[in-house]
Nanobody, 124 residues
Framework: QVQLVESGGGLVQAGDSLTLSCAAS????????MGWFRQAPGKEREFLAG????????RYADSVQGRFTISRDNGKNTVYLQVNSLRPEDTALYYC?????????????????WGQGTQVTVSS
């Protein structure tokens, strides 16, 4: 089992950047594919980015391709999401998630463990 704790969110202005972090407990972090999702009020949870266990493969939602970058440091048990050129529509609760299943999915149902989320609010 793994516990995930996100940090790095906040209130920013349009055009700003943030680095979100997700720290994982345990000694088997590299057994998990990792993903970032977000959920805005009244909307469904949305896949943003995923990264493979070793970090060599990534995938992104079309809506954030080119603006968001996912990375991981297995030595620090941490996954990151660099978010650039923020827009008011990026305002949401951002979650990281871990998957023990093979491959790297964009489906939230394929992720076993979730953090509590970090709020990102972008003002215009």
């Amino acid at each position: 089992q793994v516990q995930l704790v996100e940090s790095g969110g906040g209130l920013v202005q349009a055009g700003d950047s943030l680095t979100l972090s997700c720290a994982a407990s345990g000694r088997t972090f590299n057994n998990y594919a990792m993903g970032w999702f977000r959920q805005a009020p009244g909307k469904e949870r949305e896949f943003l980015a995923g990264i493979s266990r070793g970090g060599s493969s990534t995938r992104y939602a079309d809506s954030v391709q080119g603006r968001f970058t996912i990375s991981r440091d297995n030595g620090k048990n941490t996954v990151y999401l660099q978010v650039n050129s923020l827009r008011p529509e990026d305002t949401a609760l951002y979650y990281c998630a871990a998957s023990t299943l093979p491959g790297m999915s964009t489906l939230s149902s394929r992720f076993n463990y979730w953090g509590q989320g970090t709020q990102v609010t972008v003002s215009s």
